[in-house]
């Protein structure tokens, strides 16, 4: 099995960030899947799970490998939102996203010392 990077805790929900692309949702109590959601690359960084917006919609948020920031709906494993954090062609992300106030930050490194 792949190991976790992430792991968040919300609600009812675990959700877990795998090295093979995954992001997945578990029950909390009983650990049956609910969804998974596949990332564009490697996720590395931890899930920040959260309320966000008037509506209150439980989002999880990102980043993989090569850079790309997500925002899943956390109910159903629904992509709302993917975008390449930054322009530098070995952009990589594997810090935490921290929302602050309805912003949120996306530490952003890159892999040139590997290129």
């Known amino acids: 099995h792949p190991t976790n990077r992430g792991v968040a805790l919300y609600g009812d929900k675990v959700y ?6 995954n992001l997945v949702a578990l029950d909390a ?7 998974t959601f596949r990332a564009s690359a490697e996720v590395r960084t931890p899930v920040l799970v959260d309320a966000v917006g008037k509506s209150g919609k439980r989002v999880a948020l990102f980043g993989d490998l090569n850079g790309r920031a997500y925002a899943v709906d956390a109910t159903n494993g629904a ?9 530098h062609p070995t952009a ?12 949120l930050y996306v530490p952003v490194s890159s892999l040139e010392e590997a290129s």
């Open 16 to 21: 877990v960030a795998t090295t093979d692309c």
């Open 92 to 103: 990589t992300i594997t810090g935490a996203p921290v929302l602050r106030a309805g912003v």
């Open 29 to 35: 109590k009983t650990g049956c899947k609910h969804w």
């Open 79 to 87: 992509l709302l939102w993917k975008l390449k954090a930054d322009d």
